[in-house]
C-alpha cells in the first residue's frame, strides 16, 4: 500500500509501503521529484488537531515565561528562550513568525506534521531534499538512518537524520516532533545543534540536519591501539557535564546518556545527541515520567526500582558510568537484564540504605530490598584509579540519587582542578572516523572472516585487547522497553502498525502525560535470549530465535514465543495481571470471554517465577524478603544450600506451580487498579486495531481495483 498522503511520484520515500518505510532500509536518493496535492492530505489535516494545551506544551510555556529554578539553586534566565520563540532565525533556515497549522503548511510543512507537532516546527520553513546530497550512510539508530550529506546551498558537510516515525500516527509524529522541540531548546557547544528539517508538504518523511561529526565516544575509546591520556579523559568529561549542566538548566533530562551519543568532532569537541528518550522536566512541579529509559548499562537503581518521579541525577549516574569506563577500558556493569544489572549495581554500590528505601518508596522495593544489605566496595574495586577520579566517581555512582550532586557541582570538584588537567580539546591528535558503527562494522568483518577462516583460529576481535570489549553495543534503553511489551504482549513481533508506535497500554493508564516512552521501532529488534537488541541480523552476539527461525527460511513472526528474561518492572505485576484476569468482574468490565482468558494467560508463561528463580541463582543469599516469600509461595525450588531458601526444597530446576502468589506489598491494590485499566485499555486498543486494520485493507483493496481499472488490467 501506499503512503496516505501523497501519490506516487512525490517523493522517494512515497514508492515505500509503510511497513517499508519503518525498516531500516536507506531510501535511495534525497532529489525530490515536483510535488504534486492530494486529497487525502487536505482530509488528514482537517482532523487530529494538534491540542495545544497538552501537558507538554503547557509546560514549556510556563519555563518560557519565568525562570526556572534548576537541582544545585541555580536560575536560569527565560527571557531569551521567549524570544527565541516567538521568532526563529537559523542559518540555511528560513525564519517565519508564529504561524497557525494552516500557514505552517502553506509554507511547505507537511500537514501530518503541522496539525501534530506544530510546535515543534513553529517559526521554521522546511529544507528541501534536493539542496542535499547524500554520501554514505554513517550511523544506525533505534528510531533512525544517518547519513552524511553535502549542504549544497551552504557547501558544507552535515549529518542527515533519518527519523522513523508513522506519519499517519498523530502519537508517533508527537513522540519524534519531541526529539525537534528539546533541540529547539538547548544551545550550547556541547550540545549537539539542530541546524533544520527536511521534508516537504507531500512528504511522508523527515530528515534532522545536524553539524556534522567524525567520531563518537564509544567508536573513538574502542578503536583499535587508541588509548585516551588521562588529560584526554578529563577534558571529555569537562564537556560532557558542560552540555549536561545546560540541558539540566533548561529544563530538559537526556536520560540516554551512553558513549556512541556523545559525538566528537576532528577539532575534539564533543557534544552531547541523540535526544530521542529526553524529556521536559520541571523540578518546581514534578510529574511523574516512565522508568523506563536509559540504556541498561547506565541506567540508575531507581530507574530499575520502577522510580516515576526522578530528575537530574538519572543523567549524573550515566556520567559516573563513563566516567568509571573511560578508566577501566570497559563497561563496568554490562548487565544482560534489569534483573542482572540492579544485582551488579548492589554488588559494586551497595544496596540503599533503610533510610533511602523508606523515603523512596520504589514501586519495587517490597520485592528487591535484600535482607542482608551489600556493602558498598567502589573504592576497592578501582583502587588503582587516581584519588579525584575516584572521588568523582563515588559521588556520581551515590546509590541514593540525592546524594550524586549536579552537572554544575561535578564541574567544580577536584578531579578538574588537580594535575594532569583538562587539555585543550584542539590539541587532542586527528582520528581517522570512528564511530560505535564503524567499531560494529569493524567486528562483523572480522567475525565474517573469522568464520571463514580456518578452523580453531581465532576472530581478530577476540585477540584484541581489553579496550575493544566497549565495541559491544550496550543494550538499548527501548530494547528494554520493546522487551517488556513484547513479553506482557506475549509476542515477540507485532504486525500491528498502532501496536508499533502507540505507547504501551500502562504507559497511558498509569497517566503519564507528558512522557510515554519512545514508542514502536520495536518490532524490528531482534532480541537475543538475554534481552540484548540486535539493531541488524548480522549483529554480533548470539542470534535471536527469531532470527534463527528466519534464517531456517521461516517467517519469523510465526516463530515460537520465547520468554526472554527477567524484567523487574514487569514482575510485581505480572501476578496482579493474573488475578485480573480470572476475576470475574474484571472479565465482565473488560468484555473478556472465559475462553479468551486461558489465551490471555498463556501470554505470562512463567514469567514471575522465573525471573524470582533467576535472582535467586544470581545471589541467594541476598534474597529479599519479598522474593523469598515469593518463591516459597510460588513452589520454586532451588539447589542453593543457602539457609534463606532452605526449606524450599533441593530439587534443582523444578518447579511447581502452587496457585496465586500474593506479594507483600501496601501498592498491591493500586497495582490491581492499574492493571485493570491496563487490560481494559489493551482490549480496547486490539477492539481499535482490527478495525483499523478492516479499514486500511479496504483502503487498500480500493487502492488496487482503482489502479487496476487505470491500467487497464
Ligand atoms: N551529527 C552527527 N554527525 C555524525 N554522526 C552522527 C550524528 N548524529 C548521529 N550520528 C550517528 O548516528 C548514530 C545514530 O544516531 P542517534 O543516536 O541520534 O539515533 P537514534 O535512532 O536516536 O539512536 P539510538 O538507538 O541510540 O536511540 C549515532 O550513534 C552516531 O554514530
Given at each position: 500500500m501506499g503512503c496516505m498522503c501523497c501519490k506516487p511520484s512525490a517523493i522517494e520515500d512515497s514508492k515505500e509501503s509503510p511497513r517499508e518505510r519503518l525498516s531500516s532500509k536507506p531510501s535511495s536518493d534525497l532529489r525530490v521529484s515536483r510535488a504534486t496535492s492530494s486529497r487525502r492530505e487536505e482530509a488528514y489535516r482537517a482532523k487530529d488537531q494538534y491540542d495545544s494545551n497538552d501537558g507538554r506544551t503547557m509546560l514549556i510555556d510556563k519555563q518560557v515565561n519565568g525562570s526556572l529554578r534548576v537541582h544545585g539553586g541555580e536560575h536560569v534566565d527565560r527571557k531569551r528562550d521567549k524570544s527565541e520563540h516567538a521568532v526563529l532565525h537559523h542559518p540555511g533556515m528560513g525564519s517565519i513568525p508564529r504561524a497557525t497549522e494552516g500557514e505552517q503548511v502553506a509554507a511547505g510543512w507537511p500537514s501530518w506534521l503541522a496539525a501534530v507537532a506544530g510546535e515543534a516546527i513553529k517559526g521554521w520553513l522546511p529544507r528541501r531534499a534536493d539542496s542535499f546530497e547524500k554520501l554514505d550512510k554513517i550511523g544506525q539508530g533505534t528510531y533512525s538512518n544517518v547519513y552524511r550529506a553535502r549542504d549544497l546551498d551552504q557547501n558544507k558537510i552535515v549529518a542527515l537524520k533519518k527519523v522513523r516515525f508513522d506519519n499517519l500516527e498523530p502519537e508517533s509524529v508527537r513522540f519524534m516532533a519531541r526529539e525537534i522541540h528539546i533541540l529547539r531548546r538547548l544551545d550550547h557547544p556541547n550540545v549537539i545543534k539542530l541546524e533544520g528539517l527536511v521534508t516537504s508538504r507531500m512528504s511522508c518523511s523527515l530528515y534532522l540536519v545536524f553539524?556534522?561529526?567524525?567520531?563518537?565516544?564509544?567508536?573513538?575509546?574502542?578503536?583499535?591501539?587508541?588509548?585516551?591520556?588521562?588529560?584526554?579523559?578529563?577534558?571529555?568529561?569537562?564537556?560532557?557535564?558542560?552540555?549536561?549542566?545546560?540541558?539540566?538548566?533548561?529544563?530538559?533530562?537526556?536520560?540516554?546518556?551512553?558513549?556512541?551519543?556523545?559525538?566528537?568532532?576532528?577539532?575534539?569537541?564533543?557534544?552531547?545527541?541523540?535526544?530521542?528518550?529526553?524529556?521536559?522536566?520541571?523540578?518546581?512541579?514534578?510529574?511523574?515520567?516512565?522508568?523506563?529509559?536509559?540504556?541498561?548499562?547506565?541506567?540508575?537503581?531507581?530507574?530499575?526500582?520502577?522510580?516515576?518521579?526522578?530528575?537530574?541525577?538519572?543523567?549524573?549516574w550515566s556520567t559516573g558510568c563513563i566516567l568509571a569506563e573511560l578508566y577501566a577500558g570497559k563497561p563496568i556493569m554490562p548487565g544482560r537484564t534489569e534483573v542482572e544489572q540492579l544485582h551488579k549495581i548492589f554488588k559494586l554500590c551497595g544496596s540503599p540504605s533503610e533510610d533511602y528505601w523508606r523515603k523512596s518508596k520504589l514501586p519495587h522495593a517490597t520485592i528487591f530490598k535484600p535482607q542482608q544489605p551489600y556493602r558498598r566496595c567502589v573504592a576497592e574495586t578501582f583502587k588503582e584509579f587516581p584519588a579525584p577520579a575516584l572521588a568523582l566517581m563515588e559521588t556520581l555512582l551515590a546509590i541514593d540519587p540525592a546524594d550524586r550532586g549536579s552537572a554544575a557541582s561535578a564541574l567544580r570538584s577536584e578531579f578538574f582542578t588537580t594535575k594532569p588537567l583538562p587539555c585543550d580539546p584542539s590539541s587532542l591528535p586527528d582520528y581517522p572516523p570512528s564511530k560505535e558503527f564503524d567499531a560494529k562494522m569493524r567486528d562483523e568483518e572480522a567475525r565474517r572472516q573469522g568464520a571463514a577462516g580456518s578452523k580453531g583460529q581465532k576472530p581478530d576481535m577476540e585477540r584484541r585487547g581489553q579496550r575493544e570489549s566497549r565495541a559491544v553495543p550496550a543494550p538499548d534503553a527501548n530494547a528494554e522497553l520493546v522487551l517488556s511489551i513484547q513479553k506482557r504482549h506475549g509476542?515477540?513481533?507485532?504486525?500491528?502498525?498502532?501496536?508499533?508506535?502507540?505507547?504501551?497500554?500502562?504507559?497511558?493508564?498509569?497517566?503519564?502525560?507528558?512522557?510515554?516512552?519512545?514508542?514502536?521501532?520495536?518490532?524490528?529488534?531482534?532480541?537475543?535470549?538475554?534481552?540484548?537488541?540486535?539493531?541488524?541480523?548480522?549483529?554480533?552476539?548470539?542470534?535471536?530465535?527469531?532470527?534463527?527461525?528466519?534464517?531456517?527460511?521461516?517467517?519469523?513472526?510465526?516463530?515460537?514465543?520465547?520468554?526472554?528474561?527477567?524484567?523487574?518492572?514487569?514482575?510485581?505485576?505480572?501476578?496482579?495481571?493474573?488475578?485480573?484476569?480470572?476475576?470475574?468482574?474484571?472479565r465482565e468490565r473488560s468484555g473478556l470471554s472465559q475462553p479468551e482468558v486461558p489465551k490471555l494467560m498463556a501470554r505470562f508463561p512463567g514469567s514471575f517465577k522465573e525471573t524470582l528463580e533467576s535472582f535467586a541463582q544470581q545471589d541467594p543469599k541476598h534474597l529479599s524478603q519479598g522474593v523469598a516469600g515469593s518463591l516459597q509461595k510460588e513452589g520454586v525450588r532451588n539447589n542453593s544450600k543457602d539457609p534463606v531458601l532452605l526449606g524450599y526444597g533441593s530439587k534443582a530446576h523444578k518447579i511447581h506451580y502452587s496457585g496465586p502468589l500474593i506479594v507483600p506489598s501496601g501498592n498491591m491494590d493500586q497495582m490491581l487498579k492499574d492493571h485493570d485499566r491496563q487490560i481494559q485499555e489493551a482490549v480496547r486498543r486490539a477492539r481499535l486495531d482490527k478495525a483499523r486494520v478492516r479499514k486500511v485493507q479496504a483502503e487498500s483493496y480500493q487502492i488496487s481495483a482503482n489502479s487496476l481499472f487505470v491500467s487497464g488490467r
Open positions: 553539524e556534522y561529526m567524525e567520531h563518537d565516544l564509544a567508536g573513538l575509546a574502542s578503536h583499535p591501539g587508541l588509548n585516551f591520556t588521562e588529560a584526554q579523559v578529563k577534558c571529555y568529561m569537562q564537556q560532557l557535564l558542560r552540555g549536561l549542566d545546560h540541558c539540566h538548566s533548561r529544563g530538559v533530562l537526556h536520560r540516554d546518556i551512553k558513549g556512541s551519543n556523545l559525538l566528537i568532532d576532528n577539532n575534539g569537541i564533543l557534544k552531547i545527541a541523540d535526544f530521542g528518550l529526553a524529556s521536559f522536566y520541571d523540578p518546581a512541579q514534578v510529574q511523574p515520567l516512565t522508568s523506563r529509559v536509559v540504556t541498561l548499562w547506565y541506567r540508575p537503581p531507581e530507574l530499575l526500582l520502577g522510580a516515576t518521579y526522578y530528575g537530574i541525577a538519572v543523567d549524573l509476542r515477540p513481533n507485532s504486525k500491528s502498525r498502532s501496536e508499533k508506535f502507540n505507547p504501551h497500554p500502562e504507559e497511558v493508564a498509569s497517566g503519564f502525560p507528558i512522557d510515554p516512552p519512545r514508542p514502536s521501532q520495536a518490532a524490528e529488534s531482534n532480541m537475543d535470549p538475554q534481552g540484548h537488541q540486535h539493531k541488524r541480523a548480522s549483529h554480533s552476539g548470539p542470534l535471536s530465535h527469531r532470527a534463527a527461525w528466519a534464517k531456517a527460511g521461516r517467517n519469523p513472526d510465526d516463530a515460537p514465543k520465547i520468554y526472554t528474561g527477567a524484567d523487574l518492572s514487569t514482575i510485581s505485576s505480572l501476578e496482579a495481571v493474573r488475578r485480573s484476569l480470572l476475576s470475574e468482574d474484571h
